[in-house]
């Protein structure tokens, strides 16, 4: 692969480029040159949003935010990258994301203070801190707030047949944990009308479908279609099957719709695409998401998946389980998901987010790293991002922000900002009580 020449950022003169290249070695970037800008920043323009979640908390020291200069047990094993953005280093198993760093942002300072598994996905996925804070033992309920997919299922639905939102290839859970599935992936207390549509199982597969998109076999389209009216008109009259239209009528309008099993058919991509996602779940998963926000679909969750071996959380084992089974593959989607929004003209109307739940610990202790909520790292790109930035700083470990920190519920804010949805507008519970869809704040200053 030959790597493109490193170019300026969008936007910006040599002379702010010179004081990327100065300030970034000292842990400072981009951020500085945004806040100087005056004037409110544009909005995002995003038609959809493809959230890749790293289950298990990546080591932001040995990802996005490297400490070359650190002490040994700080660093780490890994050396650090030259990027395509001068003065911005990653880490040394991210070869392909580095050759492509003037297409994304880089925010360092994401901050919260739970050091759970399980509730502080529902911070990032509701933009409100869970019911029960650090805790893995309450699981996914109707009692949680709703995610971002079932806000945008309410507020921005996507038009024609394709679901709103889709989670795939599994909604994330911790074997060990006693509340098992995360909370705040799913409709909460808007429903269960508004869930993502879950696809489960492994796309590399031959044999990979996609349960709920095929009749039964004695079931024809023409009947389906004639339960379909009945189901609308049932509902119109408030007869005893009225409300059938709500889950069982969506899930017609699947059935219904060719373009919806189309875009869910990954055997119609080229073995060449394919190849360059990657032929592992999480390269598939990516190329599917590809899919179906090309076919209209608004919000997909891209999962770390179900690899049975502790996600991203790696206690005991960081190094050799960074370099060989979870950054290349990671390295290898981001890569060939940017190339391929590039090439079909979609990134600039698709936000893509790289994110997981906390970062490690920032000296390596037992050959490790453990959890460490104060301070980690993010990624956008696409959807009105400016590109080759820097956002935020951590310290001289990163142990904790330096400058510009940003919660869990500001990067769910900063989602919905980019897909024109004001964080601060109100949806009912239940009870009548109005709620802000996210607690956050959008970082304005990454548009432009």
């Known amino acids: 692969m030959t790597t493109p020449p490193p170019r300026p950022c969008r936007g910006l003169s040599r002379r702010e480029m010179l004081r990327v290249g100065a300030l970034a070695p000292l842990g400072f970037g981009l951020t500085d040159v945004l806040q100087a800008r005056p004037g409110a920043a544009p909005k995002g323009r995003a038609r959809s949003v493809i959230l890749l979640f790293m289950w298990g908390g990546p080591s932001h020291l040995d990802t996005w935010d490297p400490k070359p200069a650190a002490p040994l047990e700080v660093r780490g094993a890994f050396e650090s990258i030259a990027t395509t953005v001068p003065g911005l280093r990653i880490g040394e198993h991210f070869p392909r994301l580095a050759a492509r760093a003037h297409q994304y942002a880089v925010v360092r300072s994401m901050t919260h203070t739970d050091p759970a598994h399980l509730s502080p996905v529902h911070h990032l996925m509701t933009g409100r801190v869970a019911p029960r804070p650090n805790s893995d033992s309450d699981g996914a ?9 079932a806000v945008v299922h309410k507020l921005a639905p996507a038009a024609g047949a394709m679901p709103s939102a889709v989670t795939l290839p599994w909604a994330v859970s911790h074997p060990s944990a006693p509340g098992g599935t995360a909370p705040g992936q799913n409709g909460g207390w808007l429903g269960s009308g508004t869930d993502p549509f879950l696809v489960t199982g492994n796309p590399n597969l031959e044999s990979f479908a996609v349960a709920g998109l095929s009749a039964p076999g004695d079931v024809s389209p ?3 279609r004639s339960r379909a009216e009945l189901s609308r008109h049932l509902d119109r009259t408030g007869g005893s099957g009225a409300g059938f239209t709500g889950l069982q009528g969506k899930a017609l309008d699947l059935l219904l719709a060719p373009a919806v099993s ?5 055997s119609r991509e080229p073995a060449q695409v394919r190849d360059k996602y990657g032929r592992h779940p999480h390269g598939q998963s990516c190329l599917l998401a590809r899919r179906l926000v090309e076919a209209g ?19 005991g084992d960081n190094f050799p389980s960074l370099k060989t089974r979870l950054m290349p593959p990671a390295d290898a989607a981001f890569a060939a998901l940017l190339d391929d929004l590039t090439a079909r003209g979609l990134l600039d109307e698709t936000l893509v987010v790289w994110v997981g739940e906390f970062g490690r610990t920032p000296r390596v202790e037992n050959g490790g790293r453990q959890h460490w909520p104060r301070c980690y790292s993010a990624v956008l790109a696409g ?3 400016r590109g080759g930035a820097v956002y935020g700083a951590s310290d001289r470990i990163g142990a904790d922000p330096a ?3 940003v919660s869990p519920a500001d990067l769910t804010a900063t989602v919905y900002h980019a897909l024109g949805i004001d964080p ?3 949806i009912q519970d239940p009870t009548g009580r109005p709620w802000r869809v996210a607690d956050g704040t959008p970082v304005q200053q990454l548009f432009g």
């Open 403 to 405: 400058s510009n920190p």
């Open 141 to 149: 309920s109707r009692g949680d707030a709703p995610c971002l997919g």
């Open 297 to 315: 679909t608004r919000l997909v969750t891209v999962n770390w998946p179900d690899d049975g071996r502790a996600f991203w959380d790696t206690h």
């Open 222 to 224: 023409h009947r389906l």
């Open 383 to 385: 959807g009105g991002v």
């Open 424 to 426: 601060a507008t109100e």
């Open 262 to 266: 189309t875009a869910f058919d990954l």
